[in-house]
């Protein structure tokens, strides 16, 4: 009971303390411009995309509850807060107490209790389904256990993370890595891919440039936190191409909880016919990787899909034309969907995913970014 009666005061506190607006996360960059609804990104066109291309899949069989209930009236687009870095925290699971940072020993309770914060702007914090190291469970004597966290838009895992490596992480890894709102630096000489093509990602050159040149580092363990294993985080480029991340955390909202492992069953099912699927082990180039995470905002909006797609894609425009976008192995666009249900599945696969286009921007689009256009939804 206490910890839930300090979890409350901190929320409180939290909502009555002044914080930057998104608007004004989105102005502190000159290259970054608000994008009005339906700017974005493009919405499908029959003319172009097929005729079936806004219909629902007529071959799922998958179902919601029959008491299914969530809110289909409130606007949807610009309602988000804007964010810079999105970290995601492998634990395994796909629920998690009420607020993740509540979890005690762990990275993310550290994120809030280091007293660091990052210098590039809102970190958006995620405890994930995605399998820690094997040496989680066994390897290390009792206490705070090393695990691996997912950096986006950087795409880059950072491997050995503790709670009281967390200040060295955000100064050397978080600090430096790119942002939704940080242009994409073109390299010379390099090679646009396709969506189906698997980009080489098993260099430390594969890196985003602002973390290639970094080297793994041993923590400084704050005093206050038992000193964790001889490690040194390790940054590795994350080897797919895109991500679909699902919102699992049935503490939050049942329907979280209800539609993750549905929703996922769906996606895996348009995704293995063209090779593209990835689970949670399997590290070919290339592909769509699909994460549970944790509340994410918006459950009464579930099911709540972010598609992330890295930057060395090829990417249809609004009004038509192809923008290409070079990045070395960085995240380019987020997608962020709300209202999703397994017959959206089929046209998230063949139109958001591969081609960043969106099939019902009107009743799902929730937001996102475009670092190619210099766009953000806040």
């Not at 289909?72 to 998690?96: I, P, R």
């Not at 090679?191 to 260099?203: L, V, Y």
């Not at 539609?259 to 996922?264: H, I, K, T």
């Amino acid at each position: 009971m206490p910890s839930a009666i300090s979890s409350i005061v901190r929320r409180g506190a939290a909502f009555l303390t002044p914080s930057a607006s998104s608007s004004s996360l989105a102005k502190a960059n000159s290259t970054v411009t608000t994008a009005r609804e339906g700017t974005l990104f493009p919405k499908v066109d029959p003319a172009v995309d097929g005729e079936d291309c806004d219909r629902d899949c007529e071959s799922c069989t998958i179902k919601y509850p029959s008491k299914w209930s969530i809110d289909e009236e409130e606007k949807l687009y610009g309602q988000v807060n804007g964010w810079a870095t999105h970290m995601l925290v492998a634990t395994g699971k796909t629920d998690w107490v009420r607020d993740v940072e509540d979890e005690k020993g762990t990275v993310m309770e550290a994120v809030r209790e280091c007293g660091v914060k990052p210098s590039n702007g809102r970190l958006m914090l995620s405890a994930s389904n995605m399998p820690p190291p094997s040496s989680y469970h066994h390897d290390h004597p009792p206490g705070p256990q090393p695990t691996t966290v997912l950096l986006l838009p950087a795409f880059t895992f950072i491997d050995n993370v503790t709670p009281s490596s967390v200040p060295d992480l955000i100064h050397q890894y978080i600090d430096p890595a790119p942002t939704t709102t940080t242009p994409i630096i073109p390299l010379p000489n390099s090679t646009i891919q396709s969506a189906e093509q698997s980009p080489p990602t098993t260099a430390t050159e594969d890196l985003p440039p602002t973390l290639a040149s970094l080297t793994p580092t041993t923590s400084n363990p704050s005093p206050s936190i038992p000193p964790p294993p001889p490690l040194s985080l390790t940054p590795r480029p994350c080897p797919h191409t895109h991500l679909i991340l699902l919102c699992s955390q049935k503490t939050r909202d049942a329907r979280c909880g209800q539609s993750a492992p549905l929703l996922r069953r769906e996606f895996e099912r348009h995704l293995r016919p063209l090779g593209l699927y990835r689970d949670l082990h399997d590290e070919r180039p290339g592909g769509v990787g699909i994460y549970f995470i944790s509340h994410m905002g918006g459950h009464k909006f579930a099911a709540n899909v972010m598609v992330y797609r890295r930057g060395d894609l090829v990417s249809e425009q609004p009004g038509g034309g192809e923008g290409k976008v070079e990045g070395k192995g960085e995240g380019a666009q987020c997608i962020w969907l709300a209202r999703v249900r397994p017959e959206d599945c089929e046209g998230i696969v063949r139109f958001t995913v591969l081609r960043g286009k969106v099939v019902k921007p009107e009743s799902q689009l929730r937001g996102g970014f475009d670092r190619g256009r210099g766009l953000v939804s806040w």
